[in-house]
Structure formats: structure tokens, C-alpha cells
């Protein structure tokens, strides 16, 4: 499913959710903090609008890793 076909979607959730889509195939796993800082949002925000992403039946999987510092979130397409 594209960002265009996500109306349901805030604009932080479609930006979080194109962030994932553009580095999963490189990385697995992303700190809140850091993708807030990439996109300027809270660490808080992030993680907000995360679990929106986790509910939703998109073309990745998005799992609660860790909490150290920052959430971690594991990433998969």
C-alpha cells in the first residue's frame, strides 16, 4: 500500500511511514529519538504515531524491540 492510499493516516504517520519504507531495506532497527530527529518530531511523537502504524495493514511490520535511551523498533518490509 502507498502513502497515497492511506487516508487514515496523519501526516506524522504517512512521514514515519515513508521514513521505514525508504530505510528498512538497509536497516532493521530505528530509535525513536532519531527518527523524530530526522523529521522533527519528539522521541514521544514517534512512538505516538508508531503504534497508529502497528495497528494498520501496511507493507511492513513493526515490532516494539527495546527502551534504552530511546524506543527501539524493529522493521521489516
Known amino acids: 500500500m502507498s502513502t497515497a492510499m492511506a487516508p487514515d493516516l496523519t501526516s506524522k504517520q504517512r512521514q514515519i511511514l515513508q521514513y ?27 512512538g ?14 513493526i515490532e516494539k524491540w527495546g527502551y534504552s535511551s530511546s524506543t527501539t523498533w524493529k522493521v521489516s518490509c
Open 48 to 61: 505516538s504515531n508508531i503504534s497508529a502504524l502497528q495497528e494498520g495493514d501496511y507493507d511492513i511490520e
Open 20 to 46: 521505514f519504507r525508504e530505510h528498512a531495506a538497509t536497516k532493521t532497527y530505528f530509535k525513536s529519538r532519531l527518527i523524530g530527529q530526522e523529521l522533527g518530531m519528539t522521541a514521544k511523537e514517534v
